[in-house]
């Protein structure tokens, strides 16, 4: 647990933040259920061929896609997700995140979201009272020794 904690936490040390991937769009880069690391940076950095992550029209829901072109003049990146046939629409320079790594951790993403929910909250502390009952476990069955006899 603490392997996995400091997995998604440390990124933030460094300057990146953690998103989980929901959908496919970008395999094979980054699998369903993985964790993506990215860091901010300024519009003007990003190249065609970066993948980045920005905010979609709704601002609590994010995308990673790979820019395929960038209009300097209206500030917008055109992108496209890697397993998708078709462009998405522009987006603002203004709803970039950040540049994605090209390192992801499988899996992780999906305790990172569902950690998030009452149920997950539930299972990790269940989990935690497991590891800590566990730890006392061999105290409990084991037998004093008895003290030596007078002779």
């Excluded at 987006?91 to 390192?103: H, K, P, Q």
Aim: proline letters at 7%.
């Amino acid at each position: 647990m603490i392997l996995i904690a400091g997995v998604l936490l440390l990124p933030y040390a460094f300057g990146y933040q953690t998103l989980a991937v929901l959908s496919g769009s970008m395999e094979p880069v980054y699998h369903v259920g993985s964790i993506v690391f990215v860091k901010k940076v300024p519009a003007d950095e990003i190249k065609v061929g970066d993948p980045i992550t920005f905010r979609l029209s709704n601002e609590a829901t994010f995308a990673t896609h790979r820019v395929v072109r960038i209009d300097k003049d209206k500030k917008q990146f055109v992108t496209k997700g890697d397993a998708n046939n078709m462009e998405d629409g522009p987006t603002s320079f203004e709803n970039l995140v950040g540049r994605a790594s090209n390192i992801s951790v499988p899996l992780l993403g999906y305790i990172s979201v569902n950690i998030k929910t009452q149920k997950g909250i539930l299972a990790a502390t269940g989990v935690i009272v497991l590891i800590v009952l566990l730890s006392f476990l061999p105290e409990i069955f084991t037998k004093e020794p008895e003290p030596p006899q007078p002779v």
